[in-house]
């Protein structure tokens, strides 16, 4: 039995679960998100749980369930409290601000780099003095939000060096001594 799979998904109050031709759709007050769910696995939707159950032991079937109980448990979670990122900036002249769901980043390039974001995600940027800028990130779908905070980082991802980049807050960047310290 998958362990993630046998484990029950809890309603909160104010989420709506239905399930129609093998779609579960989420409701709740953060949004909407709707996910497939494989005829092999079946959803089970109780009053105040979800359970997902495999008809065989069959390696794809059990890949499945843990798959799509972790999914249902995202969309749960997403709908009733969001998910959130901050995201970075480490160097010398790199900036963020945004207007609406623009992003305008300044980041030692000839030019600046404008991403529009879906309109599910909330976007907020911080430039304090003598703090680096963050950009703060907000949605209820946290696949969504995964994939656009690594399209973000991808313009400039941390070096080892000196640690310049975009990075998550909290994240430890793994860095290099450099040359000075293997000659002697």
Do not use: W
């Not at 779609?23 to 497939?36: D, I, M, N």
């Not at 000196?162 to 000075?180: D, N, W």
């Amino acid at each position: 039995m998958s362990r993630i799979g046998k484990l029950p998904i809890r309603i909160p109050q104010g989420v709506t679960v239905t399930l129609k031709d093998d779609v579960v759709t989420v409701v709740g007050p953060k949004g909407q998100l709707s996910q497939y769910v494989n005829p092999l696995i079946r959803v089970i939707i109780e009053s105040e749980s979800i359970v997902l159950e495999r008809q065989s032991d069959d390696k794809q079937e059990r890949a499945f369930h843990g798959l799509y109980r972790s999914l249902i448990h995202n969309m749960v979670v997403g709908v009733s409290e969001g998910y959130r990122k901050e995201l970075e900036l480490v160097g010398v002249g790199y900036r963020a601000s945004n207007n609406g769901n623009i992003i305008d980043l300044s980041l030692g390039y000839t030019h600046n780099i404008f991403i529009e974001l879906p309109a599910e995600i909330k976007v907020e940027t911080k430039a304090e003095r003598n703090k680096n800028p963050l950009i703060i990130l907000e949605s209820c779908d946290k696949q969504l939000l995964g994939q656009v905070c690594s399209k973000i980082r991808s313009f400039r991802k941390p070096e080892p060096y000196k640690g310049k980049g975009i990075k998550f807050v909290g994240e430890e960047i793994r860095r290099k001594s450099g040359k000075s310290a293997g000659a002697k």
